[in-house]
């Protein structure tokens, strides 16, 4: 024990008044004196002997200089004896006494001296206190929980302890000490009245800062005079806080083992391991249908797999050795890299080519499953031994958490891709469905069997149909076809040839006939009857023969190997036109895609609507929006103007984007851009075998059956297509149905987004339909003005 004065850094805030303090032994005393009649143990001995040893120094029970308790060692020696456990070594406790309040030690172990004292300066670290203003705050909340419990009675939020960070300069790590304050020995006295706590003024709470800028106005310290001792009790809780920091990135940020959690939970890590050189890496187990996903950036935190892709590893190496580690999920522990034997020796080389020495892979499990494997590793040699993995060992049901949170990320990740790319169901009408759900496990428990689910409808809501066709796709879809033929018989042609060459078999002259026959008439006009005697050819004469003189003939099986590579579905030279036509489809329609759902999510914040796309040769969509959609949202025709006004910019966008495309098509196809004017009211609803919305009602049906003929639909007393590349046709009955997108023409004539050339048109007859009209209006391509979608919190003017 060490009998030095070391006062610590008055860092109290200056604005908060200093209380009077007193260095006395008497508050001590007396507690003695008191304990001295309650006893008959032996404990009265020492009490008698500490009062006895006291007694010699009166001047101990009077206020004193904290510079003569140099004096008094034996006493202090005494006083430590009788205050802590006989069975308790000093060398391993830190302990020390120090004045009231103010933060001056005048006793302690070794221990306490060691982390607080720069022996070689002969002052206190300054890196003792990292964050003076929360040390100043933890201490005012102790004073104050003090002075409440000793006046008031007050036990609220009592506080005898705080924690402290402090730097370890060997490390180069935060380590985190609790600070326990006994002030049983310290009296306190009010120099001035005390004020009256009454609810008006005493609802405060210690951990709040207006709580404790009240007591400081109520309470100023300098109307208190502390006399006595106190006693520190200081624990190392670095492993404690550093797993409260896991947790709360657990609770506060939804931790997973992801860029935003990973950095932090590894400083935690670090902190209770004690050494700055060992890293960490995290491997959550991602599957689609129970196997591994293939994507190595999916394990970017896993050291392994960083070296992997880095040094040019293939995954099927890695993805093997993660099935195998899960087949036999144990602890992996490379000691010592450099002595690895012959089995580990590629994974060994692979970990060493990094610089590392040691290398441990642990499985992680949740709820007694395996969600993932943790990693440890350094570069310094020695540094990881099995003393690393026990002190690890708290912080494993956390990492076992994150690696959970992550994988439950990746599955709602997966099912929102699924309901959002591949189902009906949208967020706007999800509360419905929500609703129907409820009312039948509801009624299924209350019936006890499965009950009659609801009927989803959404009544009076306003449709607006769009439809973006691919110009001539099923001419070009046959030519495609006949191309292709074309190539396949003239390889057919030439293996027959081959065969006939060296086999001399009189069949084949025929096939040859046949072949060029096939060839004339894919010049001509084919038709489908043409398409069923080909493939019947193909598949009935040619391909069996083929076979059969590839296995009885193995000198020709070279040629007919590649005319069967060539037909290959998909993937052969055969295919190549239609495989140049779908790629050219795939890139418009994935661009027109991913502009619509753009353009959808900014609809939706404007005004929730269902949106839902289909896809043909283009892309068609329906949107329907109204009050029945979204009860809670009050719903005004404004929406509606603007939805309109949208879908007409959103045409011309469109229009815009796929021509900007042609260069790099290697089928040159164009946009047309359909839109239906319909401006009543229909009823929808959920039609459970099909998965999808429709229509209600009969008069509600005829809608339906009108923009589903219009896609054909011609100019009245020609044969010419009402829609035409480079412009949009909108289809309407009324004129006043039509004279609110006039108006939006206008506008958007005035912006160069379109051209000035807008026609008044009658159509032909449908099916069942008559009295059809149409607008249309070309698209400014040559313009440079940069297209963009309406503003969907612009007023809709140009209609009024």
């Given at each position: 024990?060490?009998n030095?004065?070391?006062?610590?850094p008055?860092?109290?805030?200056?604005t908060?008044?200093?209380p009077?303090?007193?260095?006395s032994f008497k508050p001590?005393?007396?507690?003695?004196r008191e304990?001295l009649?309650?006893t008959d143990?032996?404990?009265?001995?020492?009490?008698?002997?500490?009062?006895h040893?006291?007694?010699?120094?009166p001047?101990?029970?009077?206020?004193?200089s904290?510079k003569?308790t140099?004096?008094y060692?034996d006493?202090l020696d005494?006083?430590y004896?009788?205050?802590?456990?006989?069975?308790?070594d000093?060398?391993?406790v830190l302990?020390g006494?120090?004045?009231?309040?103010t933060?001056v030690?005048?006793y302690?172990?070794?221990?306490l001296?060691?982390l607080m004292?720069?022996?070689a300066?002969?002052?206190?670290?300054p890196?003792?206190f990292a964050?003076?203003?929360?040390f100043?705050?933890?201490?005012?909340e102790?004073?104050?929980s003090?002075?409440?419990?000793?006046?008031?009675?007050?036990n609220?939020?009592?506080?005898?302890?705080m924690?402290?960070q402090?730097f370890d300069k060997k490390?180069?790590l935060?380590k985190?000490y609790r600070?326990n304050?006994?002030?049983r020995?310290v009296?306190?006295?009010?120099?001035r009245?005390?004020p009256?706590l009454t609810?008006?003024?005493s609802?405060?709470?210690l951990?709040e800062?207006?709580g404790l800028?009240?007591?400081?106005?109520?309470?100023?310290?300098?109307m208190?005079h502390f006399?006595?001792?106190s006693?520190l009790?200081?624990?190392?809780?670095?492993?404690?806080y550093?797993?409260?920091?896991i947790?709360?990135?657990?609770v506060?940020d939804h931790?997973?083992?992801?860029e935003?959690?990973?950095e932090?939970v590894v400083?935690?890590?670090?902190s209770?391991?004690?050494?700055?050189?060992?890293e960490?890496g995290?491997l959550?187990l991602f599957?689609?249908?129970?196997?591994l996903?293939?994507?190595?950036?999916?394990?970017c935190?896993s050291?392994i797999f960083?070296l992997?892709k880095?040094?040019g590893?293939?995954?099927?190496?890695?993805l093997?050795?993660v099935?195998?580690f899960i087949?036999?999920?144990?602890?992996?522990?490379?000691k010592?890299?450099?002595t690895?034997?012959?089995?580990q020796?590629?994974?060994?080389?692979?970990l060493k080519?990094a610089?590392?020495k040691?290398y441990?892979l642990?499985?992680?499990?949740?709820?007694?499953?395996l969600?993932?494997a943790?990693?440890?590793?350094t570069?310094q040699k020695?540094?990881?031994d099995e003393?690393?993995l026990t002190?690890?060992?708290?912080a494993?049901?956390?990492i076992?958490?994150?690696?959970?949170?992550?994988l439950?990320a990746f599955e709602?990740?997966?099912n929102d891709?699924?309901?959002d790319?591949?189902?009906?169901?949208?967020p706007?009408?999800?509360?419905?469905f929500?609703e129907?759900?409820w009312?039948?496990?509801?009624r299924s428990?209350l019936?006890g069997?499965?009950?009659e689910v609801?009927k989803i409808e959404?009544?009076?809501?306003?449709?607006l149909?769009g439809a973006?066709?691919?110009?001539?796709?099923?001419i070009?879809?046959?030519?495609?076809v006949?191309d292709?033929?074309?190539?396949?018989?003239?390889?057919?042609q030439?293996v027959?040839?081959?065969?006939?060459?060296k086999?001399?078999?009189a069949l084949?002259e025929?096939?040859?006939?046949?072949?060029?026959k096939?060839?004339?008439?894919?010049r001509?006009v084919?038709?489908?009857?043409d398409?069923?005697k080909?493939?019947?050819?193909?598949?009935e004469?040619?391909?069996?023969?083929?076979r059969?003189?590839r296995?009885?003939n193995?000198a020709?099986s070279?040629?007919?190997?590649s005319?069967?590579?060539?037909?290959?579905?998909?993937k052969g030279?055969a295919w190549k036109?239609?495989r140049?036509?779908?790629?050219?489809m795939?890139?418009?329609n994935?661009?027109v895609?991913n502009y619509l759902d753009l353009?959808n999510a900014e609809?939706?914040?404007a005004?929730?609507?269902?949106?839902e796309k289909?896809r043909t040769d283009?892309?068609e969509?329906?949107?329907?929006?109204?009050?029945?959609?979204?009860?809670?949202?009050?719903?005004?025709i404004v929406y509606l103007?603007?939805l309109r006004?949208?879908?007409?910019t959103s045409?011309?966008a469109i229009?815009k984007?796929?021509?900007?495309?042609?260069p790099?098509?290697?089928?040159?196809?164009?946009?047309t851009?359909l839109?239906?004017?319909?401006s009543?009211?229909i009823d929808?609803s959920?039609?459970?075998d099909e998965r999808?919305f429709d229509?209600?009602g009969?008069y509600?049906?005829r809608y339906h059956?009108?923009?589903?003929?219009?896609?054909?639909?011609t100019i009245?007393?020609?044969?010419e297509?009402?829609?035409?590349?480079?412009k949009?046709a909108l289809i309407?009955?009324?004129?006043?149905?039509?004279?609110?997108?006039?108006?939006?023409?206008?506008?958007?004539?005035?912006?160069k987004?379109?051209?000035?050339d807008?026609e008044?048109l009658?159509?032909?007859?449908?099916?069942?339909?008559?009295?059809l009209k149409a607008?249309?209006?070309?698209?400014?391509?040559?313009?440079?003005?940069h297209l963009?979608?309406?503003?969907?919190?612009?007023?809709a003017?140009v209609?009024q």
């Open positions: 024990m060490q030095k004065i070391l006062a610590l008055d860092i109290q805030d200056p908060i008044p200093k009077a303090i007193s260095l001590f005393l007396d507690y003695i304990r009649h309650d143990t032996i404990k009265k001995e020492i009490y008698q002997l500490i009062l040893r006291f007694s010699k120094y001047e101990l029970e009077e206020e004193m904290v003569d140099g004096k060692k006493l005494l006083l004896i009788s205050l802590s456990t006989v069975v308790e000093e060398k391993n302990w006494l120090s004045t009231p309040v933060p030690i005048f302690g172990s070794d221990p001296y060691s004292y720069e022996a300066q002969n002052q206190v670290d890196e003792i964050n003076p203003p929360e100043n705050r933890q201490k005012c102790m004073i104050y003090y002075l409440l419990d000793k006046f008031y009675n007050l609220l939020n009592k506080r005898d302890e924690v402290h402090v490390t180069s935060l985190y600070v304050v006994d002030t020995f009296n306190v006295t009010s120099e009245p005390l009256e609810p008006g003024n609802q405060f709470n951990s800062e207006a800028e009240t007591l400081v106005k109520l309470l100023p310290l300098s208190f006399t006595g001792f006693i009790t200081i624990t190392e809780v670095t492993t404690e550093a797993v409260e920091k947790k709360d990135i657990l506060n931790g997973k083992a992801d935003v959690s990973y932090p400083q935690s890590l670090k209770i391991a004690g050494s700055n050189e060992l960490f995290l959550p599957r689609v249908n129970n196997k996903v293939e994507d190595i950036d999916a394990y935190h050291i960083s992997g880095k040094e590893v293939t995954k099927n190496f890695f093997q050795l099935e195998k087949a036999h999920p144990k602890l992996i522990f490379f010592d890299l450099d690895c034997g012959p089995s020796q590629q994974v060994g080389d692979l080519s610089g590392l040691s441990a642990m499985p992680v499990y949740y709820n007694n499953k969600s993932g943790f990693e440890i590793y570069r020695g540094l990881l003393r690393t002190r690890i060992e708290p494993m049901p956390l076992a958490q994150l690696l959970q949170n992550s439950d709602t990740k997966i891709t699924i309901r790319k591949f189902t009906s169901l949208q706007s009408v999800q509360w419905k929500n129907a759900a009312n039948y496990i509801y428990r019936e069997k499965p009950a609801n959404f009544k009076q809501v306003y449709p149909y973006v066709d691919m110009r001539n796709s099923t070009e879809r046959n030519k495609a006949l292709d033929l074309q190539y396949q018989f003239t390889v057919l030439e027959f040839t081959v065969l006939k060459e086999s001399g078999f084949t025929e096939f040859i006939f046949k072949c060029t096939w060839q004339n008439v894919f001509g084919f038709t489908t009857n398409e069923i080909v493939n019947q050819f193909l598949n004469e040619a391909h069996p023969f083929l059969h003189f296995e009885t193995p020709v070279a040629a007919i190997n005319y069967f590579e060539a037909i290959e579905q998909g030279t036109h239609r140049q036509l779908e790629d050219s795939q890139t418009i994935n661009a895609n353009m609809l939706q914040r005004y929730p609507c269902y949106f289909f283009g892309v969509y329906d949107i329907y929006i109204g009050q029945s959609i979204s009860p809670e949202k009050p719903f005004d103007k603007n006004l949208w879908q007409l045409m011309a229009a984007l796929s021509h900007s495309l042609l790099q098509l290697k089928v040159q196809l164009e946009t851009q839109i239906f004017i319909y009543s009211t929808i959920f039609r459970n999808k229509v209600e009969g509600n049906i059956i009108i923009k589903k003929r219009i896609d054909k639909v009245k007393n020609t044969r297509r009402l829609t035409q590349p480079g949009i309407y009955f009324n004129q006043k149905d039509a004279e609110e997108y006039i108006a939006y023409i206008h506008h958007l004539q005035e912006k987004i379109l051209r000035d807008m008044y009658e159509l032909d007859e449908l099916q069942g339909v008559n009295g607008l249309r209006v070309g698209v400014d391509f040559d313009n440079a003005t963009q979608s309406a503003s969907l919190s612009q007023k003017s209609s």
